[in-house]
């Protein structure tokens, strides 16, 4: 039995299949994770047109079969973000986020705030130039995190709850510990970093503060070593 569903859409990669076809990895409001094929999409007739494209927002059609993937029946543009492919730099900021999404969200799941948080993303990058830069990346990387319940602690030390000198961040706990409780495999992660880190997920992504590179380093790393220690995902770090 085929079941026909209606979700909005972000495309987040698209890979040749076959003489005509694509497969498509979709980021779905209503879903989370979607794989779909787009079948003649490639025909230069396709009655898709050229919306079937990375970081396209789409309203969609899909017939779910027996198979893993989708199929979809019909697409209809919400949002091309058509600014962004404009400047090399704000492209480069979507393919790393769409390697990003693809790595940290694998599952078929609705996740609403990880959803707005890359339409969000997406639109800022399309309208402000700015937005290419590392600070916004970190912040929608450290948003995303919280979004998928993987945010690492930064209020008290992780081993004794002491909420003064801390000085750097333990990957195997999962957050910030002070002075005396640092171990070897923790590295430096300074007052500026915290500041930054939670500056960034309070603010607004148009408005992510700013970090000098040794903090953003630092960010950087608590974020991609947290992913990996306690998600399991290998991300490429933004640094
Ligand atoms: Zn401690």
New binding site residues.
């Given amino acids: 039995m085929s079941q026909t569903l209606k979700t909005e859409a972000i495309v987040l990669r698209k890979m040749r299949y076959g003489e005509a076809d694509s497969i498509l990895h979709l980021y779905t409001r209503e879903f989370g994770r979607v794989g779909a094929i787009a079948k003649g999409v490639r025909r230069s007739k396709s009655r898709f047109g050229g919306r079937l494209e990375p970081f396209f927002r789409l309203d969609l059609v899909l017939h779910e079969g027996r198979g893993e993937l989708m199929t979809i029946a019909s697409a209809s543009t919400v949002d091309p973000y058509s600014d962004l492919r404009t400047r090399a730099d704000s492209l480069d900021a979507a393919s790393k986020l769409g390697d990003f999404v693809l790595r940290l969200l694998d599952e078929r799941e609705q996740n609403l705030p990880a959803y707005n948080l890359v339409a969000n993303m997406l639109a800022l990058l399309n309208t402000d130039p700015r937005a290419s830069q590392r600070e916004t990346g970190l912040a929608f990387r450290a948003k995303m995190l919280l979004a998928s319940g993987f945010s690492p602690e930064l209020d008290a030390?992780v081993?004794?709850?002491?909420t003064e000198d801390l000085v750097a961040f333990s990957p195997a706990s999962g957050g910030i510990?002070?002075r005396?409780?640092r171990e070897s495999g923790d590295f430096d992660f300074g007052a500026a970093s915290h500041a930054f880190y939670s500056g960034a997920i309070k603010a607004p992504l148009a408005q992510a503060p700013d970090a000098d590179p040794d903090s953003q380093r630092q960010v950087d790393k608590a974020i991609t070593e947290t992913l990996a220690h306690h998600a399991n995902v290998r991300i490429r770090s933004l640094a």
């Fill in positions: 030390c081993h004794c709850g002491a510990v002070c005396d409780c």
